[in-house]
């Protein structure tokens, strides 16, 4: 069973920086691909970012490209998002994924697995 967990939300300034950490475990396969999503309140869950088991391919939504960071730990089998310049409309609940690849979890907006949240609040 995958079990996806999910630390550093919190509230930040507009302007400020936050690191999201997501550690996976049962994993059904080695070479599954990593990211996150958030959702806004009212709005639909979107995916933010996503990176493969080698970290070679990334996606980006074009909403966060040269403000966010995805990048795997040593182990692979954790991925953390650098989260810079961040905008009031950056608020929402962050949700870890796991999935076959990166082109399943951007351009396809789905996920295999799913972690139970961290919220991150930008004050404008």
């Known amino acids: 069973q995958v079990h996806l967990v999910e630390s550093g939300g919190g509230l ?3 302007g ?3 690191r999201l950490s997501c550690a996976a475990s049962g994993l059904p396969s080695r070479s599954y691909a990593m990211g996150w999503f958030r959702q806004a309140p009212g ?9 493969s088991w080698s ?4 996606y980006y ?7 966010f960071t995805i990048s795997r730990g040593y182990a692979a089998n954790t991925v953390y998002l650098q989260l810079n310049t961040l905008k009031p409309e950056d608020t929402g609940v962050y ?6 690849s990166v082109d399943t979890l951007g351009l396809g907006q ?4 799913w ?10």
């Open 12 to 14: 930040v300034q507009a």
């Open 16 to 18: 400020g920086s936050l």
């Open 43 to 51: 709005k639909e869950r979107e995916s933010v970012a996503a990176i």
């Open 55 to 58: 970290g070679v391919t990334t």
């Open 61 to 67: 939504a074009d909403s966060v490209k040269g403000r």
């Open 95 to 100: 949700y870890c994924a796991a999935g076959r």
């Open 110 to 113: 789905t996920a295999d697995s």
């Open 115 to 124: 972690g139970q949240g961290t919220q991150v609040t930008v004050a404008s």
